[in-house]
């Protein structure tokens, strides 16, 4: 017995997948209330070709003293914008003025039928 190939299924998983690619579960509720949670790991080794990767994403505003230096931003142009992507764009602009943190507002890569709507906003942060 021979089995064939279910082509239109198989196109049909490859295009959600290429619509879809960060389907992801939710975060827990710890994740959101512990104050100053950064978002990307600090033990992270990073080359020296990518310093802005150093700058922390966080979730909560942080219990040390701060001051809000800059409104920081992505839009989601294309549908295939993730949301790593928004956000390495936010910590480049941050990282250009000198910034120790962004504290997250907003990411939401979320599409319509007009096109992709989603997007990331946050403040960059000075430490006083």
């Known amino acids: 017995m021979k089995i064939k190939p279910s082509w239109p299924l198989l196109l049909l998983l ?9 389907c992801s579960p939710a975060q827990t509720s710890d994740s959101r209330t512990s104050p100053s949670k950064a978002i990307n790991s600090p033990k992270k080794a ?6 802005w990767k150093d700058i922390p994403l966080l979730l909560d505003r942080p219990e040390r003293k701060y001051q809000v230096v800059a409104l ?3 839009p989601q142009i294309f549908l295939w914008d ?8 936010m910590q480049k602009q941050a990282w250009k ?5 962004i504290i ?3 990411v939401d890569s ?4 007009t096109g992709p709507c989603g997007g990331a906003n946050g403040r960059a942060i000075r430490y006083q």
């Open 14 to 22: 490859t295009s959600l997948t290429l619509l879809f690619p960060n």
């Open 46 to 51: 990073v080359r020296s070709d990518e310093p």
């Open 72 to 74: 920081v931003s992505a």
């Open 82 to 89: 993730t949301e790593d992507a928004m956000k390495e764009s």
């Open 97 to 101: 003025i000198k910034a120790d943190a």
């Open 104 to 106: 997250l507002d907003r």
């Open 110 to 113: 979320s599409f319509r039928f």
